[in-house]
């Protein structure tokens, strides 16, 4: 196993470029394959030097693993590809499908939350790690509607679990979003997870939307308070590894830099109390 421990962040192209000349360092990067596989050859090496100095993990967007169409078996194989040639084992992706009739919407969409969808998963769970010759880990997302479903969400994710053998990647902002949309107590859900299948976790911002009267998931805010709180929470509960996403409204990476040192602390305090 790679040695992901600690604090880590989203390398993005905005920054990328500055890291070098940067003295922040954080300890794992976390990269988007989507977002690298076909890079501009202007990024290279300043790529390959981030990943290369520090453990990496990589966490993608279009897998789908909730479709109902066949496994994009081409695109596994790009993903493992990219794995390999960068030595990351990590892989994970998020517990809901972006493509019908084999067109890609590049949205993250719910699943029904059934036994049926269970099997579904677990079967195209298996099918992702024998390409990869990796454990996949799911990360569980956000959703604005609720398809049909017959359990709760926290049942849905820990079956899935436990029937594919998968890992999972906890996102935190997204049990907070999600319990305010769907009025649910967050610390009940982490209470209820299975943490002894958590990878590590991610941290997030998210906005209010007056018009649809939600929190929308848009990791183009500063983490709120709330979400903080319930980091701290679930980090009584459970020592796994954490990173910060931002892809919306990427600040200079001092900025970034100075929520990583937030957050930093806030597991150092955890850790020592």
């Known amino acids: 196993m790679i040695n992901v421990k600690g604090c880590g962040l ?5 920054f990328l470029l500055d890291v070098k000349e940067s003295n922040f360092q954080p300890d794992w990067w976390e990269v988007t394959p989507e977002n690298w596989m076909f890079m501009p050859k202007i990024y290279e090496k300043a ?6 100095s520090k453990p990496t993990v990589a966490h993608g967007l279009s897998l789908s693993i909730g479709s109902a169409d066949k496994l994009n078996r081409k695109f596994v194989k790009q993903i493992k590809t990219f794995l390999d040639r960068y030595n990351i084992e990590y892989y994970s992706e998020h517990l809901s499908f972006s493509s019908l009739d084999n067109k890609q919407s590049y949205e993250l969409l719910p699943v029904p939350m059934t ?6 998963i677990s079967d195209r769970v298996k099918e ?18 609720v398809p049909y479903s017959e359990m709760a969400e926290v049942d849905f994710i820990n079956e899935v679990l436990e029937k594919s053998g998968a890992k999972m990647l906890l996102d935190v902002n997204n049990v907070f979003v999600n319990s305010v949309n769907h009025s649910f107590k967050a610390r009940k859900f982490i209470d209820e997870i299975d943490k002894s299948k958590v990878a590590y976790m991610h941290m997030a911002g998210h906005y209010f939307d007056e018009e649809a009267k939600m929190k929308i998931d ?11 709180k319930l980091l701290e929470y679930t980090l009584k509960q459970l020592n796994a590894p954490v990173m910060i996403e931002r892809d919306n409204n990427i600040p200079p990476l001092d900025v970034l830099a100075a929520e990583y040192k937030q957050m930093k602390k806030i597991v150092k305090r955890v850790q020592n109390a």
């Open 10 to 14: 989203g390398l993005r192209s905005d």
């Open 47 to 52: 790529f390959e030097e981030a990943v290369f």
């Open 115 to 120: 036994k049926k969808m269970v099997n579904i």
């Open 128 to 145: 992702v790690e024998d390409i990869i010759q990796r454990n996949l880990i799911l990360e569980n997302a956000t959703y604005y509607y």
């Open 218 to 228: 848009s990791h183009g805010m500063p983490i709120c308070s709330g979400v903080w």
